[in-house]
C-alpha cells in the first residue's frame, strides 16, 4: 500500500478507526492522509486545532517517523472525498462505525453508507469496540472472505485483502459462501470458489466453506457465531446503490468486534 485515507469527525468510533489506519500505515509505510470535511458554519480555526491535536498524537503513539499529514476540506462529504482520491489515488480509505445497542448489530452510519455507494476504493470499516492488537494475538488471525461466487470483473479486487492479511500472524483464509441445502453449485461457480482459494495461496493458507441457509446473511451470522477465531470479514461489492444499502446495512447482523472490508468489482 502507498497511500490510505482516514476521515475524521473527531468521534470516539473515527479515533478508534484511526489508530487501525496508523497500523496499516506504520507496518506497510504507506502515507497516511487523515482528513477532516467541515460543514458550513464550522470553526475551521478549531478544526485545525484539533488537527494539529490528533496528527500530533498518533507521532507520539506510533513514532515521529510515521508518515502522516492532515488536511481540512469543506463540502458534502461524498464529492469532497472523492475529489480527495482523484487527487491521491489512495490503495484504502479506513472509517468508523458504532454499533448498536447490546453489541448485537453493526449499522453502518449513513456517511459511511454514501461512501461506500459512491467511491471505488476499498473501505475498511472499523466498529468502535474493535482493536488492532486482536488481528495479531488471541486468536483472531481467520479472514472470512463472504461471496456470491460470481465471477469478478476485475482481477485486481482482491489485492488489498490479501494485503491486510499477511499483516495478521499466521492467517488463513475461508471463502465462505451461502446457498439452499438442496441446491447444487453449478460449474462456474464451482470453478470461481476454486479460483478465490488458489488467489491467496502459497502465501496464506485458503479454504472454501459452504453453509447451507436460505438467507445469505443469515447464514454468514451463523457461521461466525461458530466460528471465534475471525478477526476480518471481508465482502465484494457489485451494485453500488441497491446491493450495498440492502445488504450492508438493514440487514446485515454481525459482531460488532469484527472490522469489515468492503471492495469493489470495478475496473474503473
Same mark, same amino acid.
Given at each position: 500500500?502507498?497511500?490510505?485515507?482516514?476521515?475524521?469527525?473527531?468521534?470516539?468510533?473515527?479515533?478508534?478507526?484511526?489508530?487501525?489506519?496508523?497500523?496499516?500505515?506504520?507496518?506497510?509505510?504507506?502515507?497516511?492522509?487523515?482528513?477532516?470535511?467541515?460543514?458550513?458554519?464550522?470553526?475551521?480555526?478549531?478544526?485545525?486545532?484539533?488537527?494539529?491535536?490528533?496528527?500530533?498524537?498518533?507521532?507520539?503513539?506510533?513514532?515521529?517517523?510515521?508518515?502522516?499529514?492532515?488536511?481540512?476540506?469543506?463540502?458534502?462529504?461524498?464529492?469532497?472525498?472523492?475529489?480527495?482520491?482523484?487527487?491521491?489515488?489512495?490503495?484504502?480509505? !479506513?472509517?468508523?462505525?458504532?454499533?448498536?445497542?447490546?453489541?448485537? @448489530?453493526? &449499522?453502518? $452510519?449513513?456517511?459511511?453508507?454514501? %461512501? #461506500? =455507494?459512491?467511491?471505488?476504493?476499498? !473501505?475498511?470499516?472499523?466498529?468502535?469496540?474493535?482493536?488492532?492488537? @486482536?488481528? &495479531?494475538? $488471541?486468536?483472531?488471525?481467520?479472514? %472470512? #472472505? =463472504?461471496?456470491?461466487?460470481?465471477?469478478?470483473?476485475?482481477?485486481?479486487?482482491?489485492?488489498?485483502?490479501? @494485503?491486510?492479511?499477511?499483516?495478521?500472524?499466521?492467517?488463513?483464509?475461508?471463502?465462505?459462501?451461502?446457498?439452499?441445502?438442496?441446491?447444487?453449485?453449478?460449474?462456474?461457480?464451482?470453478?470461481?470458489?476454486?479460483?478465490?482459494?488458489?488467489?491467496?495461496?502459497?502465501?496464506?493458507?485458503?479454504?472454501?466453506?459452504?453453509?447451507?441457509?436460505?438467507?445469505?446473511?443469515?447464514?454468514?451470522?451463523?457461521?461466525?457465531?461458530?466460528?471465534?477465531?475471525?478477526?476480518?470479514?471481508?465482502?465484494?461489492?457489485?451494485?453500488?446503490?441497491?446491493?450495498?444499502?440492502?445488504?450492508?446495512?438493514?440487514?446485515?447482523?454481525?459482531?460488532?468486534?469484527?472490522?469489515?472490508?468492503?471492495?469493489?468489482?470495478?475496473?474503473?
Amino acid at each position: 500500500m502507498k497511500t490510505i485515507i482516514a476521515p475524521i469527525d473527531f468521534s470516539d468510533a473515527s479515533h478508534n478507526a484511526l489508530l487501525f489506519a496508523a497500523e496499516l500505515s506504520k507496518r506497510t509505510s504507506a502515507r497516511l492522509i487523515v482528513v477532516h470535511i467541515a460543514q458550513k458554519g464550522d470553526d475551521g480555526i478549531e478544526v485545525n486545532k484539533k488537527l494539529e491535536y490528533v496528527t500530533s498524537n498518533l507521532h507520539k503513539l506510533f513514532g515521529s517517523d510515521l508518515p502522516c499529514e492532515s488536511v481540512a476540506m469543506q463540502g458534502n462529504l461524498v464529492e469532497t472525498l472523492n475529489g480527495l482520491i482523484g487527487l491521491h489515488q489512495p490503495d484504502l480509505i !479506513v472509517m468508523g462505525t458504532k454499533g448498536a445497542s447490546g453489541l448485537k @448489530k453493526i &449499522l453502518i $452510519g449513513s456517511n459511511t453508507v454514501k %461512501v #461506500l =455507494a459512491k467511491v471505488r476504493v476499498p !473501505v475498511l470499516i472499523i466498529p468502535e469496540v474493535a482493536r488492532f492488537e @486482536k488481528f &495479531l494475538k $488471541g486468536g483472531k488471525n481467520r479472514v %472470512v #472472505l =463472504a461471496t456470491d461466487l460470481y465471477e469478478l470483473n476485475n482481477d485486481d479486487a482482491l489485492d488489498i485483502l490479501k @494485503k491486510i492479511a499477511l499483516l495478521m500472524e499466521e492467517p488463513k483464509i475461508r471463502v465462505v459462501s451461502v446457498r439452499p441445502k438442496k441446491k447444487d453449485l453449478d460449474d462456474l461457480k464451482r470453478m470461481e470458489r476454486n479460483a478465490l482459494v488458489s488467489r491467496f495461496t502459497p502465501e496464506i493458507p485458503s479454504e472454501w466453506i459452504t453453509v447451507f441457509r436460505n438467507s445469505v446473511l443469515e447464514g454468514i451470522n451463523l457461521y461466525l457465531n461458530k466460528k471465534k477465531d475471525t478477526g476480518l470479514i471481508a465482502m465484494i461489492a457489485r451494485d453500488s446503490g441497491h446491493l450495498i444499502q440492502k445488504h450492508y446495512t438493514r440487514e446485515m447482523a454481525s459482531h460488532t468486534e469484527l472490522p469489515l472490508l468492503v471492495m469493489h468489482d470495478d475496473k474503473d
